[in-house]
């Protein structure tokens, strides 16, 4: 299984960036996929998920509203399109599959490498 990330970058803030998740080796559309964050100093906090099959969607609270998480079945890639970014935003994001999902870490087994969005003006 490999995942991998792409579109991260500096972005001001207000601005938007959509990441990318590539996935193989597995169908993205029979796991939960979650995207998750880890800023300096700070635990990895998991912020969105999607689920298998009927792709049921789920924000933490501090994205809701400012971040979609989708997936594409026939390129098998998931997206995570973040407005309205703020400076805490600023953190490496993962993606990761797993059978069960949900934000917490532990219910996932493949990740990506991470991808760095920074925010600053």
């Known amino acids: 299984v490999q995942l991998v990330e792409s579109g991260g970058g500096l972005v001001q803030p207000g601005g938007s960036l959509r990441l990318s998740c590539a996935a193989s080796g597995i169908v993205l559309n029979d796991y939960a996929i979650g995207w998750f964050r880890q800023a300096p100093g700070k635990e990895r906090e998991g912020i969105s998920w999607i689920s298998s099959g009927d792709g049921i969607t789920y924000y933490t609270d501090s994205v809701k509203g400012r971040f979609t998480i989708s997936r594409d079945i026939a390129k098998n890639t998931a997206y995570l399109q973040m407005n309205s970014l703020k400076t805490e935003d600023t953190a490496v994001y993962y993606c990761?599959?797993?059978?069960?999902?949900?934000?917490?870490?532990?219910?996932?087994?493949?990740w990506g490498q991470g991808t760095q969005v920074t925010v600053s003006s």
């Open positions: 990761a599959t797993g059978v069960r999902g949900g934000m917490a870490y532990e219910r996932y087994d493949d």
